[in-house]
């Protein structure tokens, strides 16, 4: 597919199937209510920028859900997030991805990552937590882009990084994300 496109991961916004480490701090609802917040921020903020082509790449497949946008959709599929991640990206010559739920992405931080994109064969939106909030694959990629990453770990960004030897990577600003009851009173906090 030609032009730029900005995959969006998410999960359909359905009570108790989202955030469910969050939940076990906070309850299902404001679980729910958080992520539909977030998924919709992020939307706003990129969905509608004339700079890429923007598509959501939810899961699970098919599963029946109110979108906050309406915004092209395709199935993730099966296998580790990996796996999905990059049977998402395959299509596109450039692409960047962002998971849904990530406090403070912004239209700037998209037109960055194809910036980086245009000397980088890859690039990456770190996490404070040693994960990545983004990730953009130009053209010259690995066929396994994200084989052998330890998710949910702090060692998922140093992973991926090791399946691009030889190739050129850049690093866009490092945000926080929010995976626990923890992770969302220290953002608060921050944004006080």
Request: hydrophobic letters at 45%; glycine letters at 10%; one cysteine or more.
């Amino acid at each position: 597919m030609r032009g730029d496109t900005l995959v969006i991961f998410a999960r359909a916004p359905r009570l108790g199937a989202v955030k469910r480490r969050l939940a076990r701090g906070i309850g299902d609802r404001a679980a729910l209510r958080f992520y539909v917040g977030q998924l919709t921020a992020v939307l706003r903020a990129t969905a509608r920028d004339r700079r890429w082509r923007t598509v959501i790449a939810a899961t699970p497949d098919h599963a029946p859900a109110r979108w906050p946008m309406p915004v092209p959709r395709v199935t993730q599929g099966r296998g580790d997030l990996g796996q999905r991640m990059a049977r998402a990206m395959r299509p596109h010559r450039r692409c960047v991805l962002v998971g849904s739920d990530i406090p403070g992405i912004a239209a700037a931080d998209i037109a960055a990552a194809f910036r980086a994109l245009g000397r980088a064969d890859a690039v990456f939106g770190p996490a404070r937590d040693g994960g990545y909030w983004l990730v953009g694959l130009g053209p010259r990629r690995p066929a396994t882009p994200f084989a052998g990453v330890r998710w949910s770990t702090r060692h998922a960004l140093s992973d991926s990084i090791a399946n691009f030897a030889g190739r050129r990577v850049a690093k866009i600003r490092t945000l926080r994300d929010v995976d626990t009851a923890a992770d969302l009173a220290a953002l608060r906090k921050a944004r006080r």
